[in-house]
């Protein structure tokens, strides 16, 4: 069974860092192109970054240059490094996974909040 | 950047009857392989979201039949032949053409 469960979500201040982590079993996560994607409390949904499968990462201009997507593949885990951080990155943020199809799998979210 | 427009922002549709949500996009969806990469998810109150339809009219596994998505190049249409009280939540489309981007959403109720 594909599982996904994201980790890491704290109450920071702004110009803080975070780390995030996102838990896959049932699938490998070096095999799959695999999604941050963020929510913003109340309002819609948000794609933020990916990774590959061959590495390359890519970033929605509004994070670029402060987050950094990794892997761990022999953790089967990914991690979403947040550096940098503005109230305006306050949202639950969730792993998913696109293999066949676009972001089958979704994890149930981990919440950050950036505030003083 | 892809631009998504959604219509309506909100619907509210009595059980068994048919609802409809527009999706429009900035450029074209079509991609040189051949396909368009237009998806469709619900955000269910409380969850996360869940993949309904892919490549505009694929319907994702164990999605009931009375979803149905169409269009082709920037316009886009999800269908919902009878709604039930378990297809409330907000619909998102999104293009997968260039990155992702997500359209504001439509949140669906039940009169």
């Known amino acids: 069974e594909v599982q996904l469960v994201e980790s890491g979500g704290a109450l920071v201040q702004p110009g803080g860092s975070l780390r995030l982590s996102c838990a896959a079993s049932g699938f490998t996560v070096s095999r799959s192109y695999m999604s941050w994607v963020r929510q913003a409390p109340g309002k819609g949904l948000e794609w933020v970054s990916v990774i590959y499968t061959g590495g390359s990462t890519y970033y929605a201009d509004s994070v670029k240059g402060r987050f950094t997507l990794s892997r761990d593949n022999s953790k089967n885990t990914l991690y979403l490094q947040m550096n940098s951080l503005r109230s305006e990155d306050t949202a639950v943020y969730y792993c998913?996974?696109?293999?066949?199809?676009?972001?089958?799998?979704w994890g149930q979210g981990t919440l950050v909040t950036v505030s003083s | 950047e892809i631009v998504m427009t959604q219509s309506p922002l909100s619907l509210s549709v009595t059980p068994g009857q048919p609802a409809s949500i527009s999706c429009k996009s900035s450029q074209s969806l079509l991609h040189s392989d051949g396909k368009t990469y237009l998806s469709w998810f619900l955000q269910k109150p409380g969850q996360s979201p869940q993949l309904l339809m892919y490549e505009v009219s694929s319907r994702f596994s164990g999605v009931p039949d009375r979803f149905s998505g169409s269009g082709s190049g920037t316009d886009f249409t999800l269908k919902i032949s009878r709604v039930e009280a378990e297809d409330v939540g907000v619909y998102y489309c999104?293009?997968?053409?260039?990155?992702?981007?997500f359209g504001q959403g439509t949140k669906v109720e039940i009169k």
């Open positions: 999104m293009q997968g053409r260039q990155l992702w981007t």
């Open positions: 998913a996974r696109a293999a066949v199809q676009p972001f089958d799998y």
